[in-house]
């Protein structure tokens, strides 16, 4: 039997459920798909309701790839930076297994990660209006609203930045997109049919998240 949600429940289930999704099937996303998450990112807020989400879908694979490419790259050279600088050693403090901390390091520079964008059959790009003063959290909300859209359906997101960190990267998207001067590339949304259940990433606690009245003093005494 079918379970029931107050619409509360249903909120929350799909917000906890979403999860980064990076392996998808073959099977391409609906017309009646896209047009939902269209709309959850047009009914975003936006500072002034500027609204200066513009959305590129990209089916093409040839273009998907080249994106894949620019996204992968970005993210080797990030993570390298972050190796240079120890805070990748730091972010992996506690992890005790030298070989797997080794393998971890490796994969995360390799300019590997965020390649796999490649794989999903469909590749949302969002751009946003430069001269808008929030766009930055415009663009944040409408990509999150796609999300939570993306899970209702029971199809599985990747939320990509890194093809528009570097300058130059976020100028050959531009280039391989047509996007006119005035716009930036924000980031990348890598959506199709997730291959597997994922296992939900960690969070930091509640009671270490939230003070009472002033900075300092825990709302929560404990984990709630
Ligand atoms: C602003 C932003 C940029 C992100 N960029 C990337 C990215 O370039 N590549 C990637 O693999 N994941 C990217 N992610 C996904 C995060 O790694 C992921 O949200 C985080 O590890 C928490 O996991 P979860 O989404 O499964 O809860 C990005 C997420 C956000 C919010």
């Not at 099937?25 to 998450?37: K, Q």
């Not at 992968?72 to 120890?86: K, L």
């Not at 805070?87 to 901390?101: G, I, P, V």
Request: net charge neutral; with cysteine.
């Amino acid at each position: 039997m079918a379970e029931t949600y107050s619409l509360a429940e249903a909120t929350m289930k799909v917000i906890q459920d979403r999860r980064s999704i990076r392996e998808w099937t073959e099977e391409p996303v609906s017309e009646e798909d896209i047009a939902m998450i269209l709309e959850a990112g047009r009914q975003a807020p936006s500072g002034e309701n500027a609204q200066p989400w513009r959305f590129i879908i990209v089916k093409d694979p040839a273009t998907r790839k080249k994106l894949a490419a620019l996204a992968g790259g970005g993210s080797g050279r990030r993570f390298t930076a972050e190796y240079v600088t120890h805070q990748m050693q730091e972010r992996f403090a506690t992890l005790q297994d030298e070989a797997k901390k080794k393998a971890a390091f490796e994969k995360l520079t390799s300019g590997q990660v965020s390649a796999f964008s490649e794989n999903a059959p469909l590749t949302l790009m969002v751009c946003g209006k430069k001269d808008v003063w929030d766009m930055p959290y415009d663009t944040s909300a409408a990509i999150e609203n796609m999300l939570l859209m993306i899970t209702a359906l029971g199809l599985g997101a990747c939320w990509v930045i890194a093809l528009c960190i570097d300058i130059r990267d976020e100028e050959r998207t531009k280039e391989l997109l047509g996007m006119p001067e005035g716009f930036k590339a924000i980031s990348l949304i890598s959506i199709g049919h997730p291959t597997r259940p994922h296992r939900q990433r960690p969070r930091i606690p509640i009671n270490q998240l939230v003070f009472s009245e002033k900075w300092g003093e825990p709302y929560y005494k404990e984990n709630v």
